[in-house]
T-cell receptor
Framework: SQTIHQWPATLVQPVGSPLSLECTVEGTSNPNLYWYRQAAGRGLQLLFYSVGIGQISSEVPQNLSASRPQDRQFILSSKKLLLSDSGFYLC?????????????FGNGTRLTVT | QQPVQSPQAVILREGEDAVINCSSS?????VHWYRQKHGEAPVFLMI?????EQKGHDKISASFNEKKQQSSLYLTASQLSYSGTYFCGLQSAYGGSQGNLIFGKGTKLSVKP
């Protein structure tokens, strides 16, 4: 069966520090991968998606970036965090045919920028 | 364009019914419904792919009115475990960036004993 791992679960970082969140998927090949962010009490905002290794599309301009160095690995990064980067970050995957495939979310990373 | 969900919040007693609506200003290709418990990741409930399609999952069902560009989630005989925030995710086309889900702000459902 497919599983998605995301870490760390919680993170407290000072403003201006770098960020690296990692996500890996097991039990499937060629998944579509996504990074979502959820601000406190808000909806899910799509940040990045990837349909293959090295293929990254950004949905929202920001100081975050994403990379996909391997088929089932997705990384979210920042060189300098802002206070507004605080939130609940969720990695997710779908099958290759995304229109009839549900989003499977990781357990999320709660990031607090101080 | 973010879909609009209504109501924003609803409080029920166990056994009562509820309807959550999700509407869009764009033509829809599919609708997804998810439930999120506090502090947890969203969990998939169902996908509706065709106009007029209805799906059911235990006592939770949904409809998709392609013409009206809206979907409704029906929760009947609610249980305490139904509590959480419900999100609809809309897909406006097949493939590419338009194939990505855009989520509403959510509807917070609280079921009381």
């Amino acid at each position: 069966s497919q599983t998605i791992h995301q870490w760390p679960a919680t993170l407290v970082q000072p403003v201006g520090s770098p960020l690296s969140l990692e996500c890996t998927v097991e039990g499937t090949s060629n998944p579509n991968l996504y990074w979502y962010r959820q601000a406190a009490g808000r909806g899910l905002q799509l940040l990045f998606y990837s349909v293959g290794i090295g293929q990254i599309s950004s949905e929202v301009p920001q100081n975050l970036s994403a990379s996909r160095p391997q088929d089932r690995q997705f990384i979210l990064s920042s060189k300098k965090l802002l206070l507004s980067d605080s939130g609940f970050y969720l990695c997710a995957w779908t099958g290759r045919v995304a229109y009839n495939s549900p989003l499977h979310f990781g357990n999320g990373t709660r990031l607090t920028v101080t | 364009q973010q879909p609009v969900q209504s109501p924003q919040a609803v409080i029920l007693r166990e056994g009562e019914d509820a309807v959550i609506n999700c509407s869009s200003s764009k033509a829809l290709y599919s609708v997804h419904w998810y439930r999120q418990k506090h502090g947890e990741a969203p969990v998939f409930l169902m996908i509706l792919l065709k106009g007029g399609e209805q799906k059911g999952h235990d006592k939770i069902s949904a409809s998709f009115n392609e013409k009206k560009q809206q979907s409704s989630l029906y929760l009947t005989a609610s249980q305490l475990s139904y509590s959480g925030t419900y999100f609809c995710g809309l897909q406006s086309a097949y493939g590419g960036s338009q194939g990505n889900l855009i989520f509403g702000k959510g509807t917070k459902l609280s079921v009381k004993p």
